[in-house]
């Protein structure tokens, strides 16, 4: 479990030098420094940021984002380059969590290993999703808030993961929202369109919104899409519907959050689901 505590934290770094005449706050954070979390940080206007291998762009008002991998290392560091060229290295003591893991032992192998043409399929999707979420847009279309983009019970969480015989798989980096086939999925913020996949392997009907500054939601096996590649949308716009296509057992909606590689827990962005669905 998240602490409250941990849901919400405002780190502010304060910085003098006389010497250049910097007599001014260089750095403040607000958001969740846990992993799968994110923080919308404020610098000197023309100041750079770097973060995990990222140039972060820095808004003309010195706003920037960035975001906390579900096994973010807890010693990660956030670098500032002010405008006289003055580095600041800040340690982000990023908070742990723990993580659901289910061990399955005594399948068949078929079931755990695909033939090698299905990880050919495989590969070449995985290539056309990374290339969506590498954008990085200047826009703060996240600006808008965050809502639930379909509502239902949860039946999956971020982090989780299953060892098939003996065999760790890739943790599951969104949240499962249980909903009938066909019911309408809406954007949960503004952005822009960057993937339209009908029929991935793993996840169907597959489709990418950029929020901005590398943050993006990605909408897994859908079983309809009402939006276009490079369409804008407004938080609430439908833009597609729960289905249960690729590898689903059942129709439901796999909602997960991006900061460029980083996988992001999405409930972190928009609080527990509401109780009316």
């Avoid at 309809?224 to 833009?239: H, M, N």
């Avoid at 296509?245 to 992001?264: E, K, M, Q, S, V």
Wanted: charged share 20%; glycine share 10%; aromatic share 10%.
């Amino acid at each position: 479990m998240i602490s409250p505590f941990a849901r919400r934290i405002l780190f502010v770094f304060a910085l003098f030098l006389p010497i250049t005449g910097y007599a001014q706050q260089t750095l403040s954070l607000d958001g969740t420094l846990i992993q799968g979390g994110f923080a919308k940080g404020t610098v000197p206007p023309g100041s750079q940021v770097r973060y995990d291998d990222h140039d972060v762009i820095v808004g003309p008002d010195g706003r920037f984002l960035i975001g906390f991998h579900r096994d973010e290392p807890a010693d990660t560091v956030l670098t500032v380059v002010l405008p006289d060229g003055t580095e600041q290295r800040y340690p982000m003591n990023i908070q742990s969590r723990e993580y659901d893991v289910q061990r399955l032992d005594g399948l068949p192998e078929e079931k755990v290993t695909p033939p090698q043409e299905v990880l050919d399929r495989i590969a070449a999707e995985a290539a056309k999703v990374r290339a969506a979420r590498a954008q990085n847009s200047p826009e703060t279309w996240y600006d808008s808030g965050w809502i639930w983009p379909a509502r239902g019970p949860i039946t999956g969480v971020f982090g989780s993961q299953r060892i098939l015989n003996g065999e760790p798989r890739q943790p599951h980096y969104g949240v499962d929202v249980a909903a009938p086939e066909g019911s309408p999925v809406v954007a949960p913020a503004d952005g822009v369109v960057t993937l339209v996949e009908p029929d991935l392997y793993f996840s169907g009907g597959t489709l990418m919104i950029d929020h901005g500054r590398g943050l993006a939601s990605t909408f897994l096996h859908l079983k309809s899409i009402s939006v276009a590649l490079g369409q804008q949308v407004k938080q609430g716009d439908e833009i597609g519907t729960v289905g249960a296509t690729g590898r689903a057992t059942g129709p439901h909606l796999d909602w997960r959050i991006n900061w460029f590689d980083n996988r992001l827990d999405a409930t972190l962005f928009v609080g527990p689901m509401p109780k009316d669905f």
